[in-house]
């Protein structure tokens, strides 16, 4: 027997088998961490290949469902009619609130006998035409994950009102939220 068996089967018979495992397992765990202190993912020069996260851009409107009542209609002259509202905005990306009027209701839901073009609409202070034709009256950012609110102050004003019925009036607005700056 050399001298390099004479020391390991010294070394043996004072370890036993399983404190010569033990031991072999710490020696592994050191070197591991060891490695990793020293390797790249400790300093953060490299990162690992993994591919971005992607989400789908997601934008909801809620509004109140109920009628909005811009007043009484009577006497000569041009009348000046308003209604407010609060939309709620949900949004994980920037969003686009638009609206579009489609035009003036009765009390009883009926359209009106007053034609769109005695009719001028402008809501959050941008013009809308009378239809179905959508205009942007509000953007913004990622909202929190209750929602962030929208007031919409809708003012018409109407030409010719005393060649039509007095009485209460409402309208149909519609609003849509879409993705994008």
Avoid: H
């Amino acid at each position: 027997m050399d001298g390099r068996a004479r020391v390991l089967n010294v070394w043996q018979r004072q370890l036993g088998g399983e404190e010569m495992w033990n031991l072999a397992k710490i020696l592994a765990v050191i070197t591991v961490c060891l490695a990793v202190t020293d390797g790249q993912w400790a300093r953060g020069a490299v990162r690992p290949n993994r591919p971005p996260v992607r989400f789908k851009p997601i934008v909801l409107v809620s509004a109140p469902n109920t009628p909005l009542q811009f007043g009484q209609v009577k006497g000569p002259g041009p009348k000046q009619l308003k209604a407010e509202m609060t939309a709620r905005v949900q949004a994980n990306c920037p969003f686009r609130l638009l609206a579009s009027f489609e035009g003036l209701t009765t009390a009883g839901g009926q359209k009106t006998p007053i034609p769109a073009a005695q009719v001028t609409v402008t809501i959050n202070g941008k013009k809308v035409p009378v239809g179905t034709e959508y205009v942007e009256i509000a953007k913004g950012g990622p909202t929190p994950m209750a929602g962030a609110t929208v007031p919409v102050a809708i003012v018409m004003e109407l030409k010719g009102a005393s060649n039509y019925p007095a009485g209460q009036y409402g309208g149909n607005l519609a609003l849509k939220a879409v993705a994008g700056p």
